[in-house]
């Protein structure tokens, strides 16, 4: 039997205040690159419009329950996501997928009150972040472009299971430039509510695709094991921060949401063009 050599320091993050973002022209290369496993940009949103979007998502009746029977991890989302799901063990189906993407900015204007104003406001952040590269949701086929992110809610009492984000492999993603690469995705996602207690990101030392990191006879990581051999980054996030990481590679989880009120997130999946000239994300 093999067994994981942890690596000895816990990833590493910057942490830094949306005004100090021009220093930061080089993280998402850095993060891309393993300089980095992540950064944390504190309130890199505008709190009116952090304010907006959660009273708008808290009234909202347009939640769906993709992991609906995952006891404990049923997340709720506006918009579906290109991940497996309980209900899409394989990603959501392309035309599903493509419903989803056309209706993006109506959904978008539902939440913040102006989509296109909305959408700059991340476009312009991500693309200081990654030394000024144009950064925009790519094509999906002809016609459409992927959804530049999602909504997300946790509930009291929900979490997100131990996992690594290594998608490309699901059938939506044939509908995915073939200029951009694959061997690197991160994950960004901005908060909107913080929850009273829990919901943090832990993001441990151990890469998902190590055959050695601790398993259940089930294949599901053996969060309880990890956590007791890998170091780990704890990552407690307020109204308005920002968070981007190398979620494809990295072992990470959401912590179980305490207090009354939901985690209300939204965000998605980046990744750089092969010749580095642009950032792509999409939800
Ligand atoms: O909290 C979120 O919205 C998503 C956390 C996560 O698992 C990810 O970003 O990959």
């Given amino acids: 039997m093999t067994t994981a050599t942890p690596a000895r320091e816990a990833p590493r993050f910057l942490d830094f205040d ?8 080089d993280a998402i290369e850095a993060a891309y690159d393993g300089r980095l496993v992540g950064l944390v940009v504190r309130r890199a949103l505008p709190g009116e419009l952090v304010a907006h979007a959660a009273a708008a998502l808290t009234g909202s009746n347009a939640w769906t329950s993709p992991n609906r029977g995952m006891r ?8 579906d ?20 993407a056309a209706a993006h900015s109506d959904r978008t204007a539902a939440v913040f009150g102006d989509a296109a104003t909305a959408l700059e406001t ?12 144009p950064a925009a949701p790519p094509a999906f086929d002809d016609q459409l472009s992927w959804p530049a992110f999602n909504f997300r809610a946790l509930d009291p009492g929900e979490q997100i299971f131990a996992h690594h984000d290594n998608h490309f492999g699901l059938g939506v993603y044939r509908h995915l430039p073939g ?21 943090e990101l832990i993001v441990y030392a151990a890469r998902g ?31 308005g921060d920002l968070l981007i990481f190398d979620a494809g590679r990295m072992v990470h989880r959401v912590a179980p949401v305490g207090g009354a009120h939901p985690r209300l997130t939204f965000g998605g999946f980046m990744t750089l063009s092969t010749d580095r000239s642009r950032l792509a994300f999409w939800g």
């Fill in 72 to 79: 404990g991890g049923e997340i709720r989302t506006i918009g």
């Fill in 18 to 25: 949306v005004d100090a973002t021009g220093d930061h022209g």
């Fill in 179 to 199: 200029d951009l690469e694959r061997s690197t995705l991160l994950s960004f996602f901005f908060t909107l509510r913080a929850p009273e207690a829990g919901g």
């Fill in 81 to 100: 996501a290109a991940t497996p799901t309980f209900t899409h063990l394989r990603g959501p189906p392309d035309d599903l997928y493509a419903e989803s």
């Fill in 122 to 133: 991340v476009r312009r952040l991500l693309s200081a972040l990654a030394g000024g590269r």
């Fill in 209 to 239: 695709d190590d055959p050695a990191v601790p398993r259940l006879p089930s294949r599901f990581l053996d969060t309880a094991t990890i956590e007791a051999r890998y170091p780990a980054a704890r990552l407690t996030l307020g109204a």
